[in-house]
T-cell receptor, first 117, second 115 residues
C-alpha cells in the first residue's frame, strides 16, 4: 500500500532555517491532507491540514502547500526550532469503497526532522 | 486540553495469551479508532467504531481481534490469542464528529511485546 509516500526518511536543519518536508500521493481523488508530528513515546499529534480546494494553508510557523497536478504536498516550518525535532507524517483520509469515509487515515512512512541549535 | 488516554503504556504477554488494551477517548468524541505501528514500519489502520458497532476494519483486523465500548468512557481492543507478529505500538484515536475533515486525536500508545 503506497498511496502516500514520504521519500526522505530524515532531514537535518539548523535552528532558524527553513525545514521542508515532502509527501507524494497516488490518488487524484484524495481531497484532504493532514500532517501529524510524533515525539518518541508519544502518539501522533495533529499539526495542520489542507483541503484540495486550496493550495496553501498557514498556521503560525507552519505552512502546507498542495500541488494537485503533481500530487505532491509539502510542509514548511519557518523558522525551525530544536523543539520541532520529531517524526512528521503526512496522512490522508481514505474512504471505504462505495461508502462514506469515517476518516480512516493512511499514513506515509514518516520523516525524522532534527533541528540543530 | 482534553486528551486520549491509553493503558497500560507497556504490556508484555506470552504468545497465545489474550490481551486487552484500554483507551479512554475524548469525552465528546463519537468516532473511535485503533491503529498500530510495527517497529520501523508505517502507522496502519486497524478498525473504526461508531454508534456501538464497527464502521470499517482493515485486513489486519481478523477474527483474533475485537473491539468493545463496555461503558460510556472506555474503548478496548482485545487480541484473543496473541502471536509474535502482534508485537507493535497500538494507538487509540478519536474524532469529534463524522466526516473526513475532522482531525483524529491520538493517545500515547501501548507498546505490546509478545514473548
Amino acid at each position: 500500500d503506497q498511496q502516500v509516500k514520504q521519500n526522505s526518511p530524515s532531514l537535518s536543519v539548523q535552528e532558524g532555517r527553513i525545514s521542508i518536508l515532502n509527501c507524494d500521493y497516488t490518488n487524484s481523488m484524495f481531497d484532504y491532507f493532514l500532517w501529524y508530528k510524533k515525539y518518541p513515546a508519544e502518539g501522533p499529534t495533529f499539526l495542520i491540514s489542507i483541503s484540495s480546494i486550496k493550495d496553501k494553508n498557514e498556521d503560525g510557523r507552519f505552512t502546507v502547500f498542495l500541488n494537485k497536478s503533481a500530487k505532491h504536498l509539502s510542509l514548511h516550518i519557518v523558522p525551525s526550532q530544536p523543539g520541532d525535532s520529531a517524526v512528521y507524517f503526512c496522512a490522508v483520509p481514505v474512504g471505504a469503497p462505495g461508502g462514506t469515509s469515517y476518516g480512516k487515515l493512511t499514513f506515509g512512512q514518516g520523516t525524522i526532522l532534527t533541528v540543530h541549535p | 486540553e482534553p486528551e486520549v488516554t491509553q493503558t497500560p503504556s507497556h504490556q508484555v504477554t506470552q504468545m497465545g495469551q489474550e490481551v486487552i488494551l484500554r483507551c479512554v477517548p475524548i469525552s465528546n468524541h463519537l468516532y473511535f479508532y485503533w491503529y498500530r505501528q510495527i517497529l520501523g514500519q508505517k502507522v496502519e489502520f486497524l478498525v473504526s467504531f461508531y454508534n456501538n458497532e464497527i464502521s470499517e476494519k482493515s485486513e489486519i483486523f481478523d477474527d483474533q481481534f475485537s473491539v468493545e465500548r463496555p461503558d460510556g468512557s472506555n474503548f478496548t481492543l482485545k487480541i484473543r490469542s496473541t502471536k509474535l507478529e502482534d508485537s507493535a505500538m497500538y494507538f487509540c484515536a478519536s474524532s469529534e464528529r463524522r466526516g473526513v475533515y475532522q482531525p483524529q486525536h491520538f493517545g500515547d500508545g501501548t507498546r505490546l511485546s509478545i514473548l
